[in-house]
T-cell receptor
């Protein structure tokens, strides 16, 4: 049973560029969340998707956007990249909504470096 | 708002000794509490959770955590540490109040992490 998979594992971009990160949730999960983990920090919530809609959003600018597809996979898009966007981006999935007590299952992340 | 504090950046323990990693939280409603572990260049791995019931929760790899409502704490413990336990540990909280039951409110708020170093 595959867990949460993310691609690519590493990415180097230049300031001002745009990036797309991809995530496939764990089998049986339909809710996907994205987190940003800066070096030496805990993960920070970006947003959560369920039924192809953004359901909750953290304190991130509109440059951060996402999408969820009918097969529950998800993309995170970041426009106009800044040096400060350099971080590990983690995707997490969870059991169907209605089970708010379930833990999140994380992928191994995408390491984004902005130069 | 929900928040988590992990007061220790690093905890050093000798192998075979008990370990404790501290966590305190703040929520408006009832807390759902979680511990995760992160190995270098990897994602977060779920260890255990407290939702309701017994204050002592048992999880993976021999870890357990004690929920204390009056002290708003959820400390991670293990009776006998192993060198392989060395990793970065995160406490996280979800506020039951925010769970909407409509696919929203799944957000976890994490602490800043505690680096556990277990030495021979």
């Amino acid at each position: 049973d595959a867990g949460v998979t993310q691609s690519p594992t590493h990415l180097i971009k230049t300031r001002g560029q745009q990036v797309t990160l991809r995530c496939s949730p764990k089998s049986g999960h339909d809710t996907v969340s994205w987190y940003q983990q800066a070096l030496g920090q805990g993960p920070q919530f970006i947003f959560q998707y369920y039924e192809e809609e953004e359901r909750q959003r953290g304190n991130f600018p509109d440059r951060f956007s996402g999408h969820q597809f009918p097969n529950y996979s998800s993309e995170l898009n970041v426009n106009a990249l800044l040096l400060g966007d350099s971080a590990l981006y983690l995707c997490a999935s969870s059991l169907p909504a209605g089970t708010g007590r379930s833990p999140l299952h994380f992928g191994n992340g995408t390491r984004l470096t902005v130069t | 708002a929900q928040s988590v504090a992990q007061p220790e950046d690093q905890v050093n323990v000798a192998e075979g000794n008990p370990l404790t990693v501290k966590c305190t939280y703040s929520v408006s409603g009832n807390p759902y509490l979680f511990w995760y572990v992160q190995y270098p260049n990897r994602g977060l791995q779920f260890l255990l959770k407290y939702i309701t019931g017994d204050n002592l929760v048992k999880g993976s790899y021999g870890f357990e955590a004690e929920f204390n409502k009056s002290q708003t704490s959820f400390h991670l413990k293990k009776p006998s540490a192993l060198v392989s336990d060395s990793a970065l540990y995160f406490c996280a909280v979800r506020d039951e109040w925010w769970y909407t039951g409509t696919g929203g409110g799944n957000k976890l708020t994490f602490g800043t992490g505690t680096q556990l170093k277990v030495e021979l």
